[in-house]
């Protein structure tokens, strides 16, 4: 039975190849006809800007639709929404459940050029589109139109309430993911008159945006609205079983205080139960997709290792130290939580340890420690991907970053989310220069990461100059380009540790 949620995200899942011819867009004008209704953005330069357009509605807990037409010409000038979140930085849109909206950096020149389409990371529970540090104007101004959205977050939109609410709401915990579809086919349908071609839309993300990226790869409801992947830190496997997904639920309510304030709470008191059902649940990463049966038939690992993913080019790697912004210093030689392991069993946990010890017995436990949650979360997971894909015989280019942080509380290493700055070449921004001491010294690695991100999204190859020619990685050799500040294309440069997990 396919589901009414489900039935959105069937339509319009044709393969790529029946599109129409785009159409041609203006490449000046700052007033355009969506499908919506009129949208009217801002130029800066040779780069246009629209912000907030709303591509969907939902009800709490129900699945998205179409956001409704409105008349005359909307002003795509003001932050988009903010997915509702607890704390964090204040950001400049306002918090709304109301908050299925998409933002477009597109190049004044004729195109049709590619798209990149970018899906936030914050753990499934924060962050936005509208974030200064992942802005597409540096995309645009290279001939790429760039894309971010808005999905829903937290309990909002991974937490699955069909046992507690009833049939109707079966399958709600994967509404994070039909937001992100919405908005895919809302690009497939509208990018044409901004400039893009439908044809060469590239699906990317960081973190848990690269899982959810992931998690697309998973959906058969997604196969034909991305000719390209990019999962930068992501995975493919962090997604909850249906029985799991429902204790989860149960846990949440208990905080929240009652399934009856489920669909009645305060967003407020939304994100207060979040906060307390995240701190009292034994594995990290509560609020994920789930396995349904429905949209997601089966693991996205698991799709892709029986070869049912379409055979997409695919860029994925990792960062060398990520697991150092998640464990602070002053407790990363005590025994890991169950709170900070995301795919692995306690037990597995426990055998890794030892091995690690032996293996690597010049490090100290927090070292080591910190090793084995990078490996874990990120590390292995891109790994397991990247020889499912190029197992089926797609194009794979696998990287590891490991230029160090120049500055700030991880000087000398390569945490999560410093590939950001580079990809976006965005290192000046406060932001990224407060917690990582980047500036206008580091320009030459963004100049490289994100020409070749550039060169991947318009050729289907990674190549920037000052980077080695970047060989697809094949289980064969497992060549990966290992990003420092003297790059090189190594040969399964992580072969210790890999064979810690199996890999």
């Not at 959205?149 to 507690?164: H, I, Q, S």
């Not at 580091?442 to 060989?471: I, N």
Request: proline share 8%; hydrophobic share 45%; glycine share 12%.
């Amino acid at each position: 039975m396919i589901h009414r949620r489900d039935a959105l995200a069937l339509l319009g899942a044709a393969p790529l190849a029946t599109l129409a011819t785009p159409v041609r867009a203006d490449p000046q004008a700052l007033t355009i006809a969506t499908t919506l209704g009129w949208v009217r953005g801002t130029a800066q330069g040779d780069i246009r800007i629209f912000t907030g357009i709303p591509f969907g509605r939902a009800a709490r807990f129900a699945a998205p639709e179409p956001a409704p037409r409105w008349q005359g010409v909307l002003a795509a000038t003001e932050p988009a929404h903010v997915a509702p979140q607890p704390g964090g930085q204040p950001l400049a849109g306002a918090m709304s459940e109301d908050c299925l909206q998409l933002n477009i950096w597109a190049p004044s020149t004729p195109g049709p050029h590619p798209v990149l389409v970018y899906i936030h990371g914050g753990g499934n529970e924060g962050g936005w589109s509208g974030e200064a540090g992942t802005a597409g104007d540096r995309f645009a101004r290279d001939g790429v139109v760039c894309v971010t959205m808005n999905y829903r977050l937290g309990a909002l939109g991974f937490l699955e309430t069909g046992a507690l609410l009833g049939a109707a709401y079966r399958g709600s915990g994967n509404n994070g993911l039909r937001d992100q579809l919405l908005a895919l086919r809302w690009v497939k349908a509208n990018i044409a008159v901004f400039g893009g071609d439908p044809r060469r839309v590239t699906i990317a993300g960081e973190s848990a945006g690269g899982k959810n990226v992931g998690s697309l790869m998973g959906l058969p409801a997604a196969d034909g609205f991305y000719a390209q992947a990019a999962m930068f830190s992501g995975g493919g496997e962090t997604v909850h079983a249906m029985a799991e997904a429902e204790a989860f639920a149960r846990h949440y309510m208990e905080a929240l205080g009652g399934k009856d304030r489920l669909l009645t709470a305060s967003v407020d008191d939304i994100l207060s139960a979040q906060k307390k059902a995240r701190a009292t649940w034994p594995r990290n990463f509560p609020f994920r997709p789930v396995v349904d049966g429905a949209l997601m038939p089966m693991v996205p690992l698991e799709r892709m290792r029986s070869g049912k993913t379409p055979g997409v080019p695919l860029l994925i790697g990792s960062n060398a130290d990520e697991g150092r912004m998640f464990l602070p210093a002053d407790r990363a030689d005590q025994p890991l939580s169950p709170q900070a392991i995301s795919n692995a069993t306690m037990a597995q946990i426990a055998d890794l340890e030892r091995s690690y010890a032996q293996a690597f017995p010049d490090l100290s436990p927090a070292q080591r420690h910190w090793r084995l949650l990078t490996a874990e979360e990120y590390g292995m997971p891109c790994l397991r991907i990247a020889l499912a894909h190029a197992a089926r015989g797609a194009s794979v280019f696998r990287y590891r970053l490991t230029y160090p942080a120049p500055g700030g509380v991880f000087k000398g290493h390569t945490p999560h989310v410093l590939d950001v700055p580079f990809t976006f070449d965005h290192v000046t921004i406060p932001t990224f220069a407060r917690f990582f001491g980047t500036s206008a010294a580091d320009q030459p690695m963004a100049d490289s990461m994100h020409a070749a991100m550039v060169s991947f999204v318009t050729q289907g190859r990674p190549a920037a100059a000052g980077l080695p020619d970047w060989g697809r990685f094949k289980a064969e050799g497992r060549a990966t380009m290992v990003l420092d500040h003297q790059s090189a294309l190594i040969p399964d440069p992580d072969r210790a540790e890999r064979l810690l997990w199996g890999v």
